[in-house]
């Protein structure tokens, strides 16, 4: 029998062509193709940092605060690479990454990125569980993940059904943030919208105006809206800015009166998950935990 013998030279040119092949994703605006698979991703994006670590692909570098407590763990060590709002173009430099990943507040930085590496908008927008599907899809692509990518989206599929079943007959519902004493309400079409689409959760109030920080709105509003479950996000809590409590806030006649507060039907969801990680492969599993839990809790 007559063995086949390959040069070393041979092998890893065929190694290397192996490796090269290109992988296309889809990111906010249209569809990327890299040439490879990149070795090195900079995320300045919490939730492209909560879907990559949740994949258990760390990024090479990140931005710093997160304002995420569940990813310290995984991102203490990273190299920080600037903050959300100001990356820190030498840092990033000099770690020479293969791809870029820019969201919502850093995607304004994405031309002068460019001039580093190839950038990818990978913001989430007002389709918060659609897009934060398509974007675990894209960076399962990224990383070769894919048995990591499925199990996640099976956990997300799951809680949905679950979450929607829960919600079915128990009226409708009112998105509120707080910031300190300011109040602002969110429709379907909002950052927020999941939880009226998604769910099949009616709205207390229709046709709310949407602008990328909800309608600002008092508490005769609140009382007037009614709502039979009251879904509250506390903005100054997410950011540590010292604010008044949203409980502190709310805890007042107005509110009071209506029949989320009077049937214990008030629902405080982690802001960090809901506010800053949204689209986040483990921010919408986390969130649909606390929400199937207060649910479960206000039956």
Not at 271 to 289: C, W
Request: negative net charge; glycine residues 8%; aromatic residues 6%.
């Amino acid at each position: 029998m007559r063995l086949l013998r390959y040069s070393p030279l041979l092998l890893t040119l065929s190694a290397t062509a192996a490796m090269s092949d290109p992988v296309t994703f889809d990111t906010a605006s249209g569809s990327m193709t890299l040439p490879d698979q990149p070795q090195s991703i900079v995320a300045l994006d919490v939730a492209a940092i909560d879907t990559l670590t949740a994949l258990g692909s760390n990024p090479s570098g990140v931005v710093a605060p997160l304002f995420v407590a569940y990813l310290d763990g995984a991102t203490s060590e990273l190299p920080v690479v600037g903050s959300l709002f100001e990356p820190d173009f030498e840092a990033i430099a000099a770690l020479r990454p293969d791809l870029i990943v820019v969201g919502g507040r850093s995607a304004a930085m994405s031309e002068a990125l460019s001039a580093i590496a190839p950038v990818a908008d990978m913001t989430i927008g007002t389709d918060t569980i659609a897009d934060g599907l398509s974007r675990l899809e894209a960076y399962a692509a990224l990383t070769g993940i894919q048995e990591a990518s499925d199990a996640l989206q099976s956990a997300i599929a799951e809680r949905l059904d679950q979450a929607r079943a829960m919600v079915a007959d128990r009226g409708n519902a009112l998105i509120l943030m707080t910031n300190g004493p300011k109040l602002s309400v969110f429709g379907r079409d909002s950052r927020f919208g999941w939880l009226h689409k998604d769910l099949n959760w009616p709205e207390a109030v229709e046709n709310v105006a949407e602008s990328r920080h909800g309608e600002a709105v008092t508490f005769e509003y609140i009382a007037a809206a009614d709502p039979d479950t009251l879904i509250v996000i506390d903005r100054g809590q997410a950011v540590g800015d010292g604010a008044e409590t949203a409980k502190s806030t709310l805890d007042n006649e107005l509110v009071h009166g209506t029949k989320a507060w009077k049937s214990d039907r008030v629902i405080y969801l982690a802001p960090a998950e809901t506010y800053i990680a949204a689209g986040g492969a483990q921010a919408m599993i986390r969130t649909l935990d606390d929400l199937i839990a207060a649910l479960a809790a206000a039956a």
